[in-house]
Every structure is written in C-alpha cells, then in structure tokens.
C-alpha cells in the first residue's frame, strides 16, 4: 500500500505529465474550432492512447531482451537499432490500433480533418502517462529541479514527437478519405511505417552519446516535423473548408 510520501509523488507526477500534454491538446483543437469535436469522444481518445502505455511497456522489454540475446546488441546498449525500432514499432502500432479499436470508426469522424485530431488526440493521452512514468523518480527524490527538466524537455520534444508520428498517420488516412477501401488500407500502411521511421530516429537521436550535438539535432528535427505538421493542417483545413462552401449542382 503506498504511504502519504509515494502518493504525493504519484500526484505530482500525474500533474505534470498530465499538463503538457493538455496544452498541446488545447492548442491544438484550436486550430479546428469551427468545427469542434465532441468531448466524450475526445476523452475516449486520449484515454485510449494512455490504455496503449501499460500494454507498449512489457512489448519493449521483450524487443530489449530479444535484442540482447539473439540480435548481437551489447548487454545495457541503448544505441541498438532493432531495440530503438523495435520500441517505435511497438508505440506507433499500439496508439494507431487503439484508436482503430475505440475512435476511428466512430460516425462522429465525418470529415477527413477528424482523423488528425483524434489521431493527435490519442498520441497526446500516450505522452501524458509516459511523460508521468518518466517523472515519479526525479519526485520520488524530491530532485525538483531535474523534475522540471525532465517536463519541460519532454514538453518540446518527446510530446511533440508522439503527436507529429501518430499525425502522419492521421494525415495518411485524412488525405486517402475518399478513396477506396484498399487503398486507404495501403495508404495508411505507409503512414505507420513513416510514424514509425520519425519515432525510430527520434529515439536514435535522442539518446545521450559523446555527440554533445545530437540532442540539439533531435530537437531540430521534432520543431521541423513541427513545421511540416501545420503546413499540411492548414492545407488539410483549405481544402475541406473550400469544399463545404462550393454550391451542389
């Protein structure tokens, strides 16, 4: 049973994983208020993508011993491809199959641009219990200071990176919207494989190594899936808005 001591930590740690993730959210949706989402479906998202971390967490041990013991990696290396894969694979597959299982095919997903945001949705509910597990240790120690590193780094890098993996698949599926069955279905294979390419070398970057320049690199790199991310959120919002004001024969 946790004493008053641990569930003071987790409660630190649950509002600080919590709110980055929440201002992402709310900035976010802000981009499509005219056409806001329903809030229940919302939170069925982003409870989703939290379900999708207790299930990812005993994935990647398996891919880690794996890869120690029949792949050649060093034992306790973090630099290992196929573990860093092998952890992308597992996340990107887990939030795009959960929301598949709980959102996607929901009558509420009307309009192309609702699959990036429900999409984003359930990469945001991810972020906020990883982000959670990721602070209990620094609490834990009363470590305040690397508690507040640690949120505000994995606010601009790691948050953003879940939502910029998991939107390529949104985007995948948004701009195959009205296509043909199978071809959305291949479409969408090829958006997993491209979240699962940008998380694999978000994780390879992000990894602390002698290069004193590779976190920096990581963050260069999230900011310009940043930039693309509402580029092609804009040109999704032209096209779809152009398309409801154009007068039916």
């Known amino acids: 049973m946790l004493d008053s001591i641990s569930m003071q930590t987790v409660g ?12 992402w959210l709310y900035f976010l949706l802000k981009e499509d208020y005219k056409h806001p989402e329903p809030r229940t479906v919302l939170l069925i998202a982003f409870v ?7 299930l990812a967490v005993p994935l990647e041990s398996y891919f880690r011993d794996y890869a120690y013991a029949s792949l050649g990696c060093s034992a306790y290396s973090t ?21 598949a299982l709980f959102v996607l095919w929901r009558r509420d997903v009307d309009e192309s641009i609702d699959l990036v945001i429900y999409m984003l949705t359930v990469a945001l509910g991810f972020a906020a219990l990883e982000n959670m597990l990721f602070l209990v240790e620094p609490f834990a120690t009363h470590d305040f200071l690397a508690a507040l590193a640690t949120d505000n780094l994995r606010f601009v890098g790691s948050t953003l990176l879940h939502v910029i993996a998991s939107s390529a698949i949104g985007f995948s599926l948004a701009f195959s919207f009205r296509m043909r069955r199978r071809w959305r279905a291949l479409v969408a294979s090829g958006g997993l494989i491209l979240a699962i390419g940008l998380h694999t070398t978000f994780n390879f970057l992000i990894i602390p190594r002698d290069d004193s320049h590779s976190i920096l690199t990581a963050f260069l790199f999230v900011w310009g899936g940043a930039a693309i991310f509402f580029a092609l959120f804009e040109l999704l ?5 152009r398309a409801e004001v154009q007068p039916t024969a």
Do not use: D, H
Request: hydrophobic share 55%; glycine share 12%.
């Open 48 to 54: 989703a993508g939290m379900a999708a971390v207790p």
């Open 79 to 99: 630099l290992c491809l196929p573990i860093i894969t092998g952890w992308a694979v597992v996340e990107e597959t887990l939030k795009y199959g959960l929301a």
């Open 237 to 241: 919002k032209y096209f779809q808005y």
């Open 12 to 23: 630190y740690a649950f509002i600080g994983g919590m709110l980055p993730a929440l201002m």
